[in-house]
Nanobody
Framework: QVQLVESGGGLVQAGGSLRLSCAASGLIFSRYYMGWFRQAPGKAREFVAAIRRSSGGTVYADSVKGRFTMFRDNAKNTVYLQMNNLKPEDTAVYYC??????????????????WGQGTQVTVSS
């Protein structure tokens, strides 16, 4: 079965950096769109970034543009989220998601079939 396992979360001061990883198994990774979403306490889940399966093109939420970079390594079945200049409002549980068919709807969590368990990111001020 499909499994997505996130790692790399932690506690960091504002202005710092973290790199999240999401290792996928049980699927032909190169055929899947991958997304990152986050959920802060008491808030709805929100889109962060997505990467397309063939072109590797990326899509970002306005709140993270210029600070976050998403990329994939198909040889390692892994997708990454490099987060720079972190802010306290980036504090959330970050989730990795996968689906083969979300083109044009990459920012809609409901379109993804597979999800990881999440990794906590905490940014202190």
């Amino acid at each position: 079965q499909v499994q997505l396992v996130e790692s790399g979360g932690g506690l960091v001061q504002a202005g710092g950096s973290l790199r999240l990883s999401c290792a996928a198994s049980g699927l032909i990774f190169s055929r899947y769109y991958m997304g990152w979403f986050r959920q802060a306490p008491g808030k709805a889940r929100e889109f962060v970034a997505a990467i397309r399966r063939s072109s590797g093109g990326t899509v970002y939420a306005d709140s993270v543009k210029g600070r976050f970079t998403m990329f994939r390594d198909n040889a390692k079945n892994t997708v990454y989220l490099q987060m720079n200049n972190l802010k306290p409002e980036d504090t959330a549980v970050y989730y990795c998601a996968a689906d083969p068919r979300v083109y044009g709807r990459e920012n809609q969590g409901s379109e993804y079939d597979y999800w990881g368990q999440g990794t906590q990111v905490t940014v202190s001020s």
